[in-house]
């Protein structure tokens, strides 16, 4: 099927104007909105396919505006198979019923016999219709490219609404009931300067919009064109329409207020905010306002969060980073007279802010010691028990790393062991109270507050700072990017949290699947992960998924857990050191050993990139890969000794030379830890390695013969895939 070329394009403009869509999904309608209309177009030839498509999103309206649209889509050549000849004709050469009756299906008669064509269709021959189809006009088009571009948009939840029959006419329910995002008001279709006739949601298409509720010129605003609306809308409707300038516009204004308000002050850095501002205003207008200062002594998370989440204020930090008492507000009106908005805003925070301060003192009342029993009764999963059976466990999973964190350091000193001692006092004592604050006031009514409120709670407490800390830090890191905790006891306590979810979950078969993930595995997963390796503990991952798995063995039965986990924990690695910018090549050579000691991951990948760079690497990994398919499908035994006086051929006696003189410096290497050394002592084997392969007959006849150089090419096989699986370097 071919397109000619379009003649005669203009801009084509489409808004669909509706009650106020939800600001978190704002974003992406609108993105996929412009999307979707432009595809289908596109699929359509009635747009080119460099026909550019710019979106708007605004609260009350979706609208997409596309370049190098034509009225009408050029007509296209269509070949149709028809049927095989052997079918289609008779032994005269006449159509056979068949044919015409394919024909007639076809809209075709018997007129067109001549132009049909036969050629080859696999082993057969068959005859083709060559015919010219007429293209889509843009009212069709754009009809067939609305309906598409609605179905496909991502709505977080279609509402159910009734048409306006209008004066006189009865409304009956499943006659006319339409389903979308919210009810929309309005459409817009234009091409160039004409309307385009297209109806959607019981709408058709016109070119009256509506603009900013109480600061617009005029209502309705008539659009000229569609080259027109953005400015249209900016100067008579007072309404910035796309997102990304109405975004733009706002940090810039939250950024000239902060200077404003003081030397180095700076709104908080939050992308999702204001991403949700700005779906929730149209002109968007910053203002400065303050709270009683007597409020700061309330924890800044705390105050921070009730502004954000409840206000959608922007919080002032001062150069330090500390919280202030001014806050910037995003307001949708702009009036001659600020102080009535301003006002407003301080009095509607002070509650909130009061509401946070009175859960702060009441919480402060009782120690977390008091609040332990009190987990007995928050359920944690109906198949795992209460928090406190969590806390528990992740008690008993913590005291058991402790225990391979010392057996790591052996031989025990006695200022080691006191060490140990003290952090498994601590280590307890953390874990105990970790989870208390899952019984507050302040974590009842903000939960993101979990561990940050232990924290404070603790050092109110007079608790030892490192305890503290442990429990501010046991969560962490809490997402892609977070800190990781600050010291031992946190770090102890933060990897058997996570595991004590990973095993439970695992063991009772809640496993994450595609794209959903409910209990954010995947997200405990790397944070042990980041903990093993940025803290480059001396811990295997097998034996940590061992160590939890005994501490719920006593509880409730589980299925083998080693096995899955592990190929969940290898899954989650390999995708972090990809997104680090390491190869496929290079992470499935290192992974491909299976380390169970992550921390030796990063100089292994950092080892094999600088032995990739090596001219003698690409033979070496190459023969590497040889070996080992020779090994995979031979007799031999692994570790066989090499008998010297069965190395008749030259070849082979350089090569197990070269081995005894190059594999203990590599060795040295590797137990030094210094892998690039190790990788790059092995250069040295590139020539005797070639030449045998050269010389060598490995599958000799003679048996003992063939066993001898087997067990050389096993020895050259241990030497060289000690610190990654080189043959993955191979292409």
């Not at 596309?66 to 050549?77: I, N, Q, Y």
């Not at 709505?155 to 979308?180: C, N, S």
């Not at 023969?623 to 066989?640: E, H, M, P, T, Y």
């Amino acid at each position: 099927m071919k397109h000619t070329v379009m003649t005669s394009t203009h801009p084509l403009l489409v808004e669909l104007f509706v009650e106020e869509l939800p600001p978190k999904a704002l974003k992406k309608l609108g993105e996929a909105f412009a999307a979707a209309l432009a595809a289908s177009l596109k699929a359509q030839g009635l747009a080119g396919q460099s026909s550019v498509a710019t979106p708007f999103a605004s609260p009350r309206r979706l609208a997409a505006h596309l370049t190098d649209v034509a009225a009408k889509a050029a007509d296209r050549s269509l070949l149709q198979k028809l049927m095989p000849v052997a079918v289609a004709l008779d032994a005269q050469g006449q159509a056979t019923p068949a044919l015409l009756k394919k024909l007639a299906a076809l809209g075709a008669g018997p007129e067109v016999l001549p132009q049909l064509k036969r050629a080859p269709d696999g082993k057969t021959e068959a005859l083709f219709l060559d015919s010219q189809v007429a293209g889509a006009t843009l009212a069709d088009g754009l009809q067939k490219a609305l309906a598409e571009a609605l179905a496909k948009l991502p709505i977080p939840k279609v509402m159910a609404y009734q048409l306006d029959a209008g004066a006189g006419a009865e409304v009956r329910p499943g006659w006319t009931t339409v389903h979308f995002v919210r009810p929309a008001h309005g459409l817009v279709a234009l091409h160039g300067d004409q309307v385009v006739p297209v109806s959607v949601l019981g709408l058709a298409a016109g070119r009256a919009t509506q603009g900013h509720r109480f600061e617009a010129l005029r209502q309705p605003l008539l659009l000229r064109d569609a080259d027109s609306y953005a400015a249209q809308l900016a100067d008579e409707g007072a309404v910035i329409a796309s997102f990304a300038a109405r975004r733009a516009e706002i940090v810039r204004q939250l950024a000239a207020v902060a200077a404003s308000a003081g030397q180095g002050l700076r709104p908080i850095d939050d992308d999702a905010l204001l991403d949700e501002v700005t779906a929730l205003v149209e002109r968007p207008n910053v203002l400065l306002c303050r709270f009683d200062p007597e409020f700061l002594a309330v924890p800044p998370e705390c105050l921070i969060l009730t502004m954000k989440a409840n206000q959608k204020y922007f919080p002032l930090l001062d150069m330090e980073g500390k919280l202030t008492h001014q806050f910037l507000v995003v307001s949708n009106i702009t009036p001659p007279d600020a102080s009535a908005v301003v006002g407003g805003n301080e009095r509607v925070v002070r509650p909130r802010l009061a509401d946070a301060k009175f859960f702060f003192d009441q919480d402060r009342k009782k120690t977390l010691e008091s609040r332990v029993a009190g987990l007995d009764k928050v359920v944690y999963h109906g198949k795992l028990g209460s928090q406190g059976d969590r806390a528990a466990r992740v008690g008993a999973i913590a005291l058991a790393i402790v225990k391979q964190l010392g057996d790591a350091t052996l031989p025990y000193t006695v200022e080691a062991r006191d060490q140990f001692d003290v952090l498994a006092s601590k280590v307890s004592q953390a874990a105990r109270l970790a989870k208390t604050d899952l019984v507050t006031d302040m974590v009842g009514e903000f939960p993101e507050l979990q561990g940050i409120m232990g924290g404070y709670y603790a050092r109110h407490e007079g608790l030892r700072d490192g305890v503290a800390i442990a429990i501010e830090d046991h969560y962490k890191p809490r997402f892609a990017g977070d800190a990781l905790p600050r010291n031992h006891t946190g770090t102890v306590l933060a990897l058997a949290d996570k595991l004590e979810t990973l095993v439970g979950l695992f063991g009772i078969g809640a496993l994450p699947t595609g794209d959903k993930d409910p209990f954010a595995l995947r997200r405990h997963a790397l944070g042990v992960i980041r903990i093993l390796i940025e803290k480059n503990l001396p811990l295997a991952v097998d034996a940590l998924v061992q160590a939890a798995e005994a501490v719920f063995a006593s509880e409730h039965k589980t299925h083998e857990l080693l096995s899955p986990l592990m190929v969940f924990f290898a899954d989650r690695l390999s995708v972090l050191l990809r997104e680090q910018g390491y190869s496929a090549q290079e992470v499935d050579a290192v992974l491909a050993l299976h380390p169970t000691r992550l921390g030796d991951v990063p100089r292994r990948l950092a080892a094999v990139r600088s032995f990739a760079a090596l001219p003698e690497a690409a033979p070496l990994a190459a023969a590497n890969k040889r070996v080992g398919n020779i090994l995979k499908k031979s007799d031999a035994v692994l570790g066989a000794a090499v008998e010297q006086a069965l190395l008749v051929e030259p070849a082979e006696a350089v090569l197990h030379a070269a081995l005894a003189a190059i594999a203990p410096l590599a060795d040295a290497a590797f137990a030094a830890g210094d892998y690039s050394a190790s990788l790059q002592a092995l250069a040295g084997l590139k020539a005797p390695v070639d030449a045998f392969f050269e010389a060598v007959m490995v599958n000799a006849e003679d048996a003992a013969l063939r066993a001898n150089r087997l067990a050389l090419l096993g020895d050259l096989h241990a030497a060289m895939n000690r610190v990654a699986d080189l043959s993955r370097l191979a292409s």
